[in-house]
């Protein structure tokens, strides 16, 4: 009787936690489709007949600034996850597989990476930004955004990496591959739920930054949609159908890529759980 209780519990804890997680997103999906008044009088309340206006909805996707703000943020999300599992799978490679005299130091510097934050380091961001002519462009947020998750990336693959048996990169190098034929067709591909984890970690941060956006690429078209949607925003009056509706269309990339690499992701986070 004692483990169905505890199975029971377990699961009754998990599906708490769910929906306390999923509560603020379906608020904000069912509001976006609700008429202004119905917002505020009944905010916990589904769309109904009665209450139901898309007039944010047409707002949002007849603005073609908006299009120009989701382009963005697509591709400094695409860049930063590209850049990032490329670059922090290979410097994990060369600090697991290679042993120098500065290994164990640079890991180290590496991890502080991963408890410093890096808006500590704003102001001189800035400054380095400014000095490469960078500002409002997009690539100066994919290689900030690239430094801020690249310790992290390293730190879990790097762990994989671990868990590969020596004896096939042994085997390649008898059969006379090239170091970079090892790691491209031998390594890498075993490293696809490390990655996928990565990937998803990289990318919910990346995709719902507010801060660097607005220090780094505030004008000029560049603005990415999280800092986009801020238009909407006004001292005296706020377009609360637009904001919603632009939201709710924001949480749409991170579903589509959790679909896409879910089993991954799970197969990431539970290796070595069991033997």
């Keep these: 009787m004692r483990k169905p209780v505890s199975t029971f519990a377990v699961h009754a804890i998990l599906t708490a936690y769910t929906a306390l ?24 309340t589904p769309p109904m007949p009665w209450n139901v206006d898309p007039i944010g909805y047409f707002k949002v996707f007849g603005d073609s600034a908006i299009t120009t703000y989701y382009m963005n943020s697509i591709t400094v999300t695409g860049g930063t996850i590209f850049f990032t599992l490329l670059f922090g799978a290979m410097a994990a490679w060369a600090l697991t597989e290679y042993k120098f005299r500065w290994n164990t130091p640079l890991a180290i510097f590496l991890s502080i990476g991963i408890m410093v ?16 002519n960078l500002i409002n462009t997009l690539t100066a947020l994919v290689l900030v955004y690239v430094a801020q998750n690249l310790p992290l990336a390293i730190f879990i693959l790097s762990e994989f990496i671990q868990q590969i048996p020596r004896d096939l990169r042994e085997a390649g190098r008898c059969d006379g591959l090239s170091e970079y034929n090892i790691f491209f067709y031998i390594i890498l591909p075993l490293l696809r739920p490390a990655m996928a984890t990565v990937a998803v970690f990289t990318m919910i941060p990346v995709w719902n930054d507010l801060w660097f956006p607005l220090l780094l690429a505030p004008t000029g078209g560049k603005q990415t949609i999280t800092l986009g949607v801020q238009q909407f925003l006004g001292q005296y009056i706020t377009d609360w159908n637009a904001v919603l509706a632009a939201l709710s269309t924001a949480i749409i990339p991170v579903l589509v890529l959790y679909v896409i690499f879910s089993r991954q992701l799970i197969r990431g986070l539970t290796s070595g759980a069991v033997k």
């Design 21 to 44: 997680a999923l509560f603020p997103i379906i608020l904000v999906i069912m509001n976006s489709f609700k008429a202004k008044r119905a917002i505020f009088n009944t905010p916990l």
């Design 117 to 132: 934050p890096i808006r500590l380091g704003s102001v001189s961001i800035i400054q380095l930004v400014s000095d490469l």
